[in-house]
């Protein structure tokens, strides 16, 4: 006798063994009880939760000669037929082969027709949006005044390609996604039933891989037993059958990723590689890696949700500290274009390298997300000792009491001395690290300004005054007499403090009438445009050594 599939041969038959759908079932059930079913119902949701089956049951259930609590009883010779599928009464249609004129008027045609035995034809439309407009056009009179023996099921994945002309005459019903833990315990009854031994990890495991479907858990779970015929399912067996990848090979791989060693990423890439892992598979459990980690840094009591052990939840909240969220988010938006690419690519180990580099050097890239990355690279460097005094051997200002505003006259709207004016400012040897961090999220910071600080501060960059407190230098006019108001200067001190972490004196200053503020006064934001310009020489450096 030949072998029947898990996801076959465990089939609900009847309401009650039906999983994670039981706003459907139980709507259905007291339609059935009370007689009041509809003429025509439109089953939508993604694959694998249930669509045709609760259609079988429930063209069951009306022609059943003794329903129990409006589930068919799935012993009367009705009930057999239909679940054997000789039954006159159920015409199963699959829309994706029969999608024509010709074929919706043979069923316009039949309806015409009475039912031998039982009460109802039910007519069940799989994958309904593939019907032609020529063909939804023929069903639109039957489907709205159908004979009173006849119930139409329509089911779909892609609700959103039917006309509304045909979702008008239907009772819509959406199924959801089955949870983790609905398929973790449908796995465990079943393996048990099957006498197949399997640990918690590795059914959590394919609960998760089946992304809400049954259908495709059990199929994952069919493929596992088959491969280890006999023997005990481990976590490592399912992730070697399946070509995943562990976590901690995810851990490993973020923590280089923000070390930005390119070198390491793509020899741990070799590893994943030479392991026989699915890159597509590794794509989107990485993805799915760096989105808890997102939650964990963002929410308290996220364990729940992100459904993981606790040995592993530590180690994401220790990781959740080494990135910023902006710079996960970016992550995953890279990742996410990736996954779009790679399912048809030719040479899908390239383009992950690629996409492994890109992380690495967020200086490839010039979006916002990509710019805070490098900034943060570049806040990483100077924490450890950097010596910014090598990029930028320049000297500072003769005068520095008068050349940068902050000594005497500050703060009243004075301007720098003629001589001043014609030595151009230059970057301060020494800078404050409170300070330093403001000029490297300047754009960021004026990126979340509302109007009009925003538009005054697009032409505004951040400086050092005298006493070494932060000095945003403006233009002259409006936005001077702008930031002249204390309510506005403290919003702005608010503003830069969100972004520092810490509370900071701000002091507002504008050039000469006529002059480039530049000329006066040293644009701090030259400081991190300088040392990505070398990261993108070392970076090119990197390269030839790799190729």
């Given at each position: ?7 076959r ?10 999983k ?42 009306v ?59 039910v ?10 407009i ?23 994945t ?34 048990e ?23 495709d ?54 590893e ?89 050097r ?41 050349g ?57 960059f ?79 450096e ?6």
């Amino acid at each position: 006798m030949s072998y029947t599939a898990l996801y076959r041969k465990f089939r609900p038959a009847a309401f009650e063994d039906v999983k994670g759908q039981e706003h459907i079932v139980t709507t259905l059930k007291n339609q059935i009880k009370a007689e009041r079913t509809s003429h025509a119902y439109l089953f939508c949701g993604t694959r694998g939760t249930g669509k045709t089956t609760i259609a079988k049951i429930f063209a069951k259930a009306v022609n059943c000669e003794n329903q129990r609590d409006g589930s068919p009883c799935g012993e009367c010779a009705l009930c057999r037929a239909i679940s054997a599928g000789a039954s006159m009464n159920v015409i199963e249609i699959d829309a994706a082969s029969n999608n024509g004129v010709d074929s919706v008027r043979e069923i316009v045609d039949e309806v015409t027709y009475s039912p031998a035995e039982g009460k109802y034809k039910v007519y069940i439309i799989d994958e309904v949006h593939m019907l032609s407009i020529g063909a939804f056009n023929a069903l639109l009179k039957t489907l709205e005044e159908p004979p009173s023996y006849v119930i139409f099921i329509l089911a779909t994945t892609e609700v959103h390609k039917i006309p509304i002309t045909i979702m008008s005459r239907c009772q819509r019903y959406d199924f959801r996604r089955i949870t983790i833990d609905t398929i973790s315990g449908r796995i465990k009854e079943l393996t048990e039933k099957e006498q197949v031994s399997i640990e918690e990890k590795a059914v959590r495991y394919i609960a998760k891989a089946a992304d809400g479907s049954m259908r495709d858990a059990l199929s994952l779970l069919d493929q596992c037993i088959a491969f280890h015929f006999g023997q005990e399912l481990t976590y490592d067996k399912v992730l070697d059958v399946l070509g995943a990848v562990d976590t901690e090979v995810f851990s490993r791989l973020l923590r280089v990723v923000l070390d930005g060693d390119v070198t390491e990423a793509i020899s741990l890439l070799e590893e994943i590689v030479m392991q026989g892992r699915e890159l597509v598979q590794f794509v989107s459990d990485f993805t799915w890696y760096l989105r808890n980690l997102l939650l964990v840094k963002t929410a308290d009591g996220m364990e729940d949700v992100i459904d993981i052990s606790t040995e592993n939840l530590l180690r994401l909240k220790e990781e959740a500290q080494m990135a910023e969220n902006d710079v996960i988010m970016r992550y995953i938006r890279v990742l996410s274009e990736l996954s779009g690419q790679i399912r048809y690519a030719a040479q899908k180990r390239i383009l992950v390298e690629m996409t492994l580099i890109k992380l690495c050097r967020p200086s490839m890239e010039t979006d916002t997300q990509s710019l805070l990355d490098r900034i943060r690279q570049l806040e990483d460097k100077m924490e450890k000792g950097m010596a910014m005094a090598t990029a930028m051997p320049m000297a500072a200002p003769a005068g520095m009491g008068a050349g940068i505003p902050g000594g005497e006259g500050f703060g009243q709207g004075s301007y720098a001395s003629a001589q001043e004016a014609e030595i151009r400012a230059q970057l301060p040897k020494a800078v404050p690290e409170d300070v330093k961090a403001v000029a490297g999220k300047w754009s960021a910071i004026v990126g979340e300004a509302v109007m009009p600080m925003k538009a005054y501060l697009k032409s505004a960059f951040p400086s050092l005054s005298g006493e070494g407190n932060l000095l945003v230098v403006v233009s002259d006019g409006l936005p001077f007499d702008y930031f002249r108001d204390s309510g506005h200067k403290e919003e702005l001190e608010r503003l830069i403090a969100d972004f520092s972490g810490k509370e900071m004196k701000v002091e507002v200053q504008c050039a000469r009438p006529g002059r480039n503020p530049e000329e006066i006064y040293p644009d701090l934001t030259k400081l991190v445009s300088q040392v990505i310009n070398m990261e993108v020489e070392e970076l090119d450096e990197e390269m030839e050594d790799l190729y």
